[in-house]
């Protein structure tokens, strides 16, 4: 840290502020801190920094008192309604109830003592935290697990049967999937009842105006109702279009009610203390926006060696275990698949043969994993010479960027085709292709040759999976997201820590994007 004529630096006080040309309002704001600042001897930005950081911290209190009181009201009401349920069985069938007393003989789990202990086990696995972890299923299986055996543990001390355990275990399941939906649940309610407002998030980079331009168009910022940059404030020095110099971030901060800082220029360490710290102070979220990352498909990634954490740069890739998992998921449901769209395909087959001339089916060379040629099998949606037409096209295709290729109402379409296309019937041959290894059921789309070669180095780290029949790009609506690299993110991330999950999810997601024929041209 620097003394306290350096730190002046960042956190001020600046004599070409008082110089600007404000509003009424801003000037009257602009007084008032003078007059403030002087009854206390200190900068008028020490002001500002402590009536925002008391706001934040009142702010941050508010907000965790009460996701604590709403999560922790949802999980007694859940404890509350299984019990419920298991008198209300109890009372309906004396056979059924016969049996859960041979589970759970009466005493074994006495209501007070039990919702006690799982609330202690859910707090212990941090179940009432901020971040992810409230909804993480395997913390709420851990805590209603721990919770239960608190009250077990006399009993199995005293010798429990088989079927004793056999109830244990089916408590644990019960209790740990109803609090599971309970979660959801409240997840849902809240999001209807507080739904997100555009522009919560308003932002400033320390950057170039060309760094804050392109952060403008990248998909974090693509949604207003997310996040929206009003400006930047250049690392070093002035710009006479920026929002100010760094020397008045704690003036910016205040006077354009901005809470959420990018930091997308290497700053000197100690400025960027200096810059964290006021972040910090002022409630503000500090978001490393680096143009270092990514690079040729390197992604940063926070590991832990120790209890020092560390920024790993990794290209997102699958492991052996992962492709094994991946190929046996896709030939298990692309057989079934492919059998169940045998009358579809039979039916498709017929109507084209019976309209059109050439062909029924339609191969084309394209990329696939590791760089590998391979041929796309599609049902014939064009005319014959289809290929030959494609280069008079190449103006009217409704990407900018030659990497892509696709046009609205195309010529060279035919009225069969048309129908195969907006319903995704075109592209049920490609299971053939899932079941010899070319492809995967979902994956990054595989593109031409030709496209290829206008690639850049971070673009190739879709290749690193086989290609797939559908993916993240078609599900969130094919044709509407029309920009090259907002494609290569939505692969990256799909490649980013990839589970067997997130291709069920997928899958399930293309069924209402065909249906609704979204984004399809």
Not at 115 to 136: C, D, E, K
Not at 413 to 429: F, M, Q, W, Y
């Amino acid at each position: 840290m620097g003394t306290d004529g350096e730190r002046s630096r960042v956190t001020g006080p600046n004599p070409r502020v008082e110089k600007r040309r404000l509003t009424p309002g801003e000037r009257g704001r602009v007084v008032a801190d003078l007059k403030i600042a002087r009854e206390l001897r200190e900068g008028p930005p020490k002001v500002i920094i402590q009536r925002r950081a008391r706001a934040a911290r009142h702010a941050r209190a508010g907000a965790a008192a009460m996701r604590v009181g709403v999560l922790l009201f949802a999980d007694l009401l859940v404890l509350v309604a299984d019990y419920s349920a298991v008198d209300l069985v109890r009372s309906s069938s004396p056979t059924f109830s016969n049996f859960l007393l041979e589970l759970f003989p009466r005493g074994t789990l006495p209501r007070v003592e039990v919702l006690v202990a799982v609330i202690f086990g859910l707090t212990l696995f941090r179940n009432y935290g901020p971040g992810p972890f409230r909804q993480n299923g395997s913390r709420l299986f851990s805590g209603a697990a721990l919770g239960l055996s608190l009250v077990f543990w006399s009993r199995i001390w005293q010798g429990i049967s088989p079927l004793g355990a056999v109830g244990f275990l089916l408590a644990i399941l019960a209790l740990g999937l109803t609090l599971r939906a309970g979660r959801v649940l409240v997840q849902l309610v809240v999001a209807a009842v507080r739904p997100p407002l555009p522009g919560t998030a308003r932002a400033v980079v320390i950057g170039s105006a060309i760094r804050a331009a392109q952060l403008r168009k990248s998909p974090l910022v693509v949604n207003p109702t997310r996040l929206s940059i009003l400006g930047f404030i250049p690392a070093k020095g002035d710009d006479p279009s920026s929002m100010g110099p760094l020397d008045d971030l704690v003036w910016i901060l205040d006077r354009y009610s901005i809470n959420t800082v990018m930091i997308a220029e290497q700053l000197d360490e100690d400025v960027l203390i200096d810059v964290l710290k006021i972040c910090d102070d002022t409630g503000c979220t500090a978001i490393a926006a680096s143009p270092l990352c990514p690079v040729g498909g390197f992604i940063p990634r926070v590991s832990m060696l120790g209890h020092q954490p560390y920024v790993e740069l990794y290209r997102p890739s699958l492991r052996a275990p992962q492709l094994a998992v991946k190929r046996i998921f896709d030939v298990v449901f692309g057989s079934v698949l492919l059998v169940l769209s045998l009358p579809i395909l039979a039916i498709a087959a017929l109507a084209i043969a019976l309209t059109t001339r050439g062909p029924v089916f339609f191969s084309q060379d394209r990329i696939g994993y590791g760089g590998r040629r391979f041929r796309m099998y599609k049902l014939r949606t064009m005319v014959e010479d289809a290929e030959e037409k494609r280069a008079q096209l190449r103006s009217s295709s409704v990407y900018s960027d030659d990497r892509v290729f696709k046009v609205r109402d195309d010529p060279r379409v035919t009225a069969v085709g048309r129908i195969l296309r907006r319903t995704s019937i075109d592209e049920l041959p490609q299971l053939w292709n899932v079941l010899r290894g070319d492809m995967s059921l979902v994956g990054p789309r595989p593109p031409l040759p030709n496209e290829v070669d206008l690639y850049e180095e971070r673009h190739f780290a879709r290749f690193d999976m086989k290609p797939g029949i559908t993916g993240p790009w078609q599900v969130a609506g094919r044709n509407n997201v029309t920009r090259f690299d907002e494609i290569v993110v939505l692969d990256t991330a799909y490649l980013t820590d990839w589970t067997i999950w997130k291709d069920l999810v997928l899958l399930m997601k293309t069924v209402p994007a065909v249906l609704t024929m979204r984004g399809a041209v």
